[in-house]
Each structure stands twice: as structure tokens, then as C-alpha cells.
Nanobody, 115 residues
């Protein structure tokens, strides 16, 4: 059974930082691309960052220079380091792994940026 378990998000003040982690089980993680998505209230789910199986990274324009995605294939984890957080980063963040045709999602974790 495939599972993606995300670490707890939380409430952070603007300008603060938070690190999300996602642990995978039931798959050969190293063969999968890994991504973080987010969904803000009333908006569609959007791609935040991705990292390929050979560690090539991409970022949404809105988070470039502030967020960093990384992976540890030995631990089967993908992390999202979020710095200089803004209120508009408030959303439910989802971990995703894909190796076509297979794709799996985590349950989501709430991140709220507010003073």
C-alpha cells in the first residue's frame, strides 16, 4: 500500500519560515518525481515546486528565491523549505509523487501565514 505522510504545517508570522516533509512508503521512491502543490481557499490546486528523479528542480514564480525543494532517496522523503513566508502562502500543501502512469497524493497539511 502506497502512503505519503506529510509533516504537520502550522501558523507562522509573515517573514517566518517553515519546513514541510513528506515520507513515502510502498513505492521505489527514487524512480519518482516529487512535487509540492498547494490549494488556497476558493482557488484551484497549484504546483509550487517539483524535483525530478535526478534532482532537477522547478518552482512557481511566486515562490522562487523563497522556497526550496529537496529529496533524500535513502530516507524516501521530499522536503519543502519555505522562507520569508507571506500571507498569500496560506494554503493546504500537498505532497505528490509521479511516475507515469502512477501518481499518488498525500493528505494535505495546513499552512497559515498570519500575524
Amino acid at each position: 500500500q502506497v502512503q505519503l505522510v506529510e509533516s504537520r504545517g502550522g501558523l507562522v508570522e509573515p517573514g517566518g519560515f517553515l519546513r514541510l516533509s513528506c515520507a513515502a512508503s510502498g513505492i521505489l521512491f527514487s524512480l519518482y518525481s516529487a512535487r509540492w502543490y498547494r490549494q488556497a481557499p476558493g482557488k484551484q490546486r497549484a504546483l509550487v515546486a517539483s524535483i525530478s528523479s535526478d534532482s532537477i528542480t522547478t518552482y512557481a514564480d511566486s515562490v522562487k528565491g523563497r522556497f526550496s525543494i529537496s529529496r533524500d532517496d535513502a530516507k524516501r522523503t521530499v522536503d519543502l523549505q519555505m522562507n520569508n513566508l507571506k500571507p498569500e502562502d496560506t494554503a493546504v500543501y500537498y505532497c505528490n509523487v509521479v511516475r507515469r502512469p502512477r501518481e499518488y497524493w498525500g493528505q494535505g497539511t495546513q499552512v497559515t501565514v498570519s500575524s
